[in-house]
T-cell receptor, first 112, second 114 residues
Framework: DGGITQSPKYLFRKEGQNVTLSCEQN?????MYWYRQDPGQGLRLIYY???????QKGDIAEGYSVSREKKESFPLTVTSAQKNPTAFYLC???????????FGQGTRLTVV | AQKITQTQPGMFVQEKEAVTLDCTYD???????LFWYKQPSSGEMIFLIY??????QNATEGRYSLNFQKARKSANLVISASQLGDSAMYFC???????????FGTGTRLQVFP
């Protein structure tokens, strides 16, 4: 079945460690997105990518990095520079100009 | 700059009544799309409805309709005949077609009571 997959669902890391969140889609979508959601809050855009080997910063890119080496994959690295990394992270994808963006199930990251 | 505003942190509605969730936006791109998503407590994002900036008619999907007022830059979601299962967070979003940048509002928590 076509879809967008985030893994893992829950992730625990020690403070000061980098961690990479996976996002894979088999929908042949051009655009991919990463969002951060804190409890009771909205989705804030971290990074997005329109095409392979290109990506743009969103509103809260500091402390995060991404790559887009393949159309299907858009991994997000939460670096030790991110002051408050504990949050729910959502990945999304869409066709350029399409009427819907599809979301993964999310990764809940807890840094202790 | 691209911006989405939802001014209602929480709303209550009685079952079977209609409710309107407000959303205003700002953009300099003449071509854009507006979206509404529902997020239940499980965290998944459920797509509800889409409105393109050049669409002449308001979008409708079952019990959901989007009241699109382009001159006022508003895209309110109307849910008719509310059900208990409609209790969730609702997010308005906008994508500028020139950049594909997709941003979300802060959300409205809707609670439906019997």
């Amino acid at each position: 079945d076509g879809g967008i997959t985030q893994s893992p669902k829950y992730l625990f890391r020690k403070e000061g460690q980098n961690v990479t969140l996976s996002c894979e889609q088999n929908l042949n979508h051009d655009a991919m997105y990463w969002y951060r959601q804190d409890p009771g809050q909205g989705l804030r855009l971290i990074y997005y990518s329109q095409i392979v080997n290109d990506f743009q910063k969103g509103d809260i890119a500091e402390g995060y990095s991404v790559s887009r080496e393949k159309k299907e994959s858009f991994p997000l690295t939460v670096t030790s520079a991110q002051k408050n990394p504990t949050a729910f992270y959502l990945c999304a994808s869409s066709l350029t100009g399409s009427t819907e963006a599809f979301f993964g199930q999310g990764t809940r990251l807890t840094v202790v | 700059a691209q911006k989405i505003t939802q001014t209602q942190p929480g709303m209550f509605v009685q079952e079977k009544e209609a409710v309107t969730l407000d959303c205003t936006y700002d953009t300099s791109d003449p071509s854009y799309g507006l979206f509404w998503y529902k997020q239940p407590s499980s965290g998944e994002m459920i797509f509800l409805i889409y409105q393109g900036s050049y669409d002449q008619q308001n979008a409708t999907e079952g019990r959901y309709s989007l009241n699109f007022q382009k001159a006022r830059k508003s895209a309110n979601l109307v849910i008719s005949a509310s059900q208990l299962g409609d209790s969730a967070m609702y997010f308005c979003a906008m994508r500028e077609d020139n950049t594909d940048k997709l941003i979300f509002g802060t959300g409205t928590r809707l609670q439906v009571f019997p």
